[in-house]
T-cell receptor, first 114, second 119 residues
């Protein structure tokens, strides 16, 4: 079965600082991996995804993530935080075959201070 | 493209009443729709998956008779919380995908969510 662990329920950074949100996964088969962002009282928006191919994937709003199979990780980074990046971020995993059920991590709230 | 809407965005109801939440794909046909429940400061928990014209598949622990899901058309799915109680208060989010469930990959597009409060 697939599972996702997000380390740190809250991450605080200053505006302009590096953003690093951690995600480790467990999967018995090669996974598809996703990062979603959720703003208050809104649904989820896809930031980026890894399916196959290049392990460094770039997403919207300057975010990127690197799939590291040896570390079973898919950490999300952004070189320079912006105030508008403050939100809840969810990592998710699903099997790359068969049914498309997503399994979400518990989320990390990113706080950005001036 | 790929916009999903939910209605209502917020609903408050009395204990014992039923509430219907609609999920619509506005600019695409959704062969599969998903319903999630999100508790405060918690992750999204998949409740059920519905394919157009078929009965929904519920996740373990989700009461089928309490959370009725209908996916009568390719653009509309509804979740009805029957005989709602305060413990049903939560944020309900739907998502929709364009291709059938067996496809190797297709993106889920999420609605904005519905905040249900049961008094």
């Amino acid at each position: 079965a697939q599972s996702v662990t997000q380390l740190g329920s809250h991450v605080s950074v200053s505006e302009g600082a590096l953003v690093l949100l951690r995600c480790n996964y467990s999967s018995s088969v090669p996974p598809y991996l996703f990062w979603y962002v959720q703003y208050p009282n809104q649904g989820l928006q896809l930031l980026l995804k890894y399916t196959t191919g290049a392990t460094l994937v770039k997403g919207i709003n300057g975010f990127e993530a690197e799939f590291k199979k040896s570390e079973t990780s898919f950490h999300l980074t952004k070189p320079s935080a912006h105030m508008s990046d403050a939100a809840e971020y969810f990592c998710a995993v699903r099997k790359n075959t068969g049914f498309q059920k997503l399994v979400f991590g518990t989320g990390t709230r990113l706080l950005v201070s001036p | 493209g790929a916009v999903v809407s939910q209605h209502p965005s917020r609903v408050i109801c009395k204990s014992g009443t039923s509430v219907k939440i609609e999920c619509r794909s506005l600019d695409f046909q959704a062969t599969t729709m998903f319903w999630y429940r999100q508790f405060p400061k918690k992750s999204l928990m998949l409740m059920a998956t519905s394919n157009e014209g078929s009965k929904a598949t519920y996740e373990q622990g989700v009461e089928k008779d309490k959370f009725l899901i209908n996916h009568a058309s390719l653009t509309l799915s509804t979740l009805t919380v029957t005989s709602a109680h305060p413990e049903d208060s939560s944020f309900y989010i739907c998502s929709a995908s364009k291709l059938a469930g067996g496809a190797p990959y297709n993106e889920q597009f999420f609605g904005p969510g519905t905040r249900l409060t049961v008094l």
